[in-house]
C-alpha cells in the first residue's frame, strides 16, 4: 500500500486544516509585471553591497578604523582624495563604496515606487533606504566615539541586514518569482522547515554579534567558537531536511545546497582565522597578510550564508507553507441504549 492510502490513529481522529485564504495566498501568482531593467539593477544594488562588505571587513583587518579621524567629512573634504597613508587608503576607499551604494539605494527605492505595482515591495524598498542610513550613521558613530565595541557591532550587523533586504528585492523582483507558478506542499512535520529556517537566521545573528564583538576587542573569542557548534547543528538539520524531503522543489533545494556548501567553507575559513589571528597571530606588531585573507574572506562568506539563509526562508515560506490540523469530534456511543 502507498504512503496516500495509509492511515495512522492519530490521524484518523484529526483533519488537515489548509485555510481557504492561505491556499489562495500561495497558490495564485500575485498580479505584477516583470521589468528587466529593475531587476538588474536590483541585483547590481546587492553586489555593491557585497563589495562594500568586503570593503569594510579589510578596514577592521588592518586596524584601519580611525586612520580618518573624521566625519562626515574625511581631512575636512567630502570628496577630495587624501594622501594614501598607511590605513588611509582602506577607511576613505570604504567611505566612498558606502557613500556610492547609498546613491544606488536611493535610485532602486524611487524606481520601486515607481514602476512596482506590488505595495509590500514598494514599503520593503523604503526599508532598504532607511537601513542604509542607519547603517552609515553608525559607521559615522563608530569614529566619531573612537570604536566603541557595541557600535562597532551594530555598524557590522546592520551592514548584513541592508544586504539580506537588497538580496530580497533582488529575488522579489526575478522572473521567477513574478511570473512562475510557485509548486506548493504542505509541512506536516514538527519542527516545520520553515520554524528550522527562521531559527537558522536567528543563530546566525546571535554569531554575527559575538565575532563582531571579538572583532571589534569587546569580547573574547570562545562565545564565538562555541556558538559555531550550535550553527553548524542547525544550519545543517536545516540543509538535511530541506534536500531530502523537498528536493523536487527548485526553488528550496538550491539555496538549501549553497547553504550548506557555504557553512562548510565558513567552517573552514574560520578555524583558518582562528589559527592566524589567535593562535600565531597574538605578538605581531600589526596585521599580516595571511591574517588579514583569512578574516576578510570569514567575514565575506559569513554575509553569503547569511543572505542564503534568508533566501531559503524566503522559498521555504512560499513554496512549503505550514499545514495545520483541527481535531474533529468523533461521535460517542450511547451506553445506556445498549
Known amino acids: 500500500m502507498g504512503w496516500a492510502g495509509r492511515r495512522s490513529p ?35 544594488v546587492a553586489c555593491a553591497t557585497f563589495v562594500v562588505i568586503t570593503a569594510g571587513a579589510l578596514v577592521t583587518s588592518n586596524d584601519a578604523g580611525l586612520s580618518v579621524p573624521d566625519w562626515p567629512t574625511s581631512f575636512g573634504y567630502l570628496i577630495k582624495v587624501p594622501h594614501f597613508v598607511g590605513g588611509v587608503r582602506y577607511e576613505w576607499s570604504h567611505r566612498m563604496l558606502a557613500g556610492t551604494v547609498v546613491s544606488l539605494t536611493l535610485a532602486i527605492a524611487i524606481w520601486t515606487l515607481l514602476v512596482e505595482k506590488r505595495r509590500w515591495l514598494r514599503w520593503l524598498a523604503l526599508g532598504a533606504f532607511c537601513t542604509v542610513i542607519a547603517q552609515a550613521i553608525l559607521g559615522g558613530l563608530t569614529v566619531l566615539y573612537f570604536q566603541p565595541p557595541a557600535v562597532s557591532t551594530a555598524h ?17 523582483t526575478g522572473r521567477k518569482w513574478v511570473e512562475e ?22 543563530i546566525l545573528y546571535v554569531q554575527l554579534i559575538l565575532g563582531g564583538m571579538f572583532r571589534h576587542h569587546g569580547m573574547s573569542w570562545w562565545p564565538h567558537v562555541v556558538n559555531a557548534v550550535v550553527v553548524t547543528f542547525l544550519l545543517s538539520w536545516t540543509a538535511v531536511r530541506a534536500v531530502s524531503v523537498y528536493s523536487n522543489i527548485e526553488a528550496v ?32 606588531v600589526q596585521p599580516e597578510l595571511p591574517m588579514v585573507a583569512a578574516t576578510v574572506a570569514h ?3 559569513g554575509a553569503l550564508l547569511l543572505a542564503t539563509t534568508v533566501v531559503l526562508a524566503i522559498q521555504v515560506w512560499r513554496h512549503v507553507p505550514v499545514a495545520f490540523e ?11 441504549a445498549a
Request: glycine share 2%.
Open 156 to 172: 557590522a550587523t546592520v551592514a548584513q541586514t541592508f544586504f539580506c533586504i537588497a538580496v530580497a528585492i533582488a529575488l522579489f
Open 326 to 336: 483541527e481535531h474533529v469530534p468523533q461521535p460517542q456511543q450511547d451506553v445506556s
Open 299 to 301: 567575514v565575506a562568506v
Open 181 to 202: 507558478q510557485p509548486r506548493v506542499e504542505f509541512d506536516q512535520r514538527r519542527p516545520n522547515l520553515s520554524t528550522l529556517t527562521w531559527l537558522s537566521i536567528f
Open 10 to 44: 492519530r490521524r484518523s481522529k484529526a483533519a488537515l486544516l489548509i485555510p481557504a485564504y492561505l491556499k489562495e495566498y500561495v497558490l495564485k501568482a500575485i498580479p505584477a509585471t516583470y521589468n528587466r531593467a529593475h531587476h538588474i539593477f536590483a541585483v547590481f
Open 253 to 284: 533545494r538550491r539555496p538549501a545546497i549553497i547553504m550548506l556548501s557555504l557553512l562548510i567553507t565558513q567552517l573552514c575559513l574560520g578555524f583558518t582565522a582562528f589559527l592566524t589571528r589567535v593562535a600565531w597571530g597574538r605578538s605581531a
